[in-house]
Nanobody
């Protein structure tokens, strides 16, 4: 699976951004999809994940209520709607795919990162 993430940019605190991830290659519904982020000097963390059908979502506590992950299997795409952004959300965001028997500790595929910068 080839993944391409886009939609990052610079936004003021309190603002919103929508990230997109386009997938190609293997059948999209074979994979759960997720967004990771890595801030300067910090480890990469899983921010949000969605299962293959889109019926199950999980979020890291720091983004609950502010971020929404979704996917459109007809378009082979995944999204991350980010609202009420804070400077601590500044990071490079990566989309990733994990097979149905895989683990988020070791995703099968990664997209390139897209930088999100939240100014105070």
């Amino acid at each position: 699976v080839q993944l391409q993430a886009y939609g990052g940019g610079v936004v003021q605190a309190g603002g919103s951004l929508r990230l997109s991830c386009a997938a190609s290659g293997r059948p999209f519904t074979n994979y759960g999809m997720g967004w990771f982020r890595q801030a300067p000097g910090k480890e990469r963390e899983l921010v949000a994940a969605i299962n293959w059908s889109g019926r199950s979502e999980n979020y890291v506590d720091s983004v609950k209520g502010r971020f929404t992950i979704s996917r459109d299997n007809a378009k082979n795409a995944m999204y991350l709607q980010m609202n009420s952004l804070i400077p601590e959300d500044t990071a490079v965001y990566y989309c990733a795919a994990v097979s149905r028997v895989g683990s988020w500790s070791r995703p099968d595929y990664w997209g390139q990162g897209t930088l999100v910068t939240v100014s105070s």
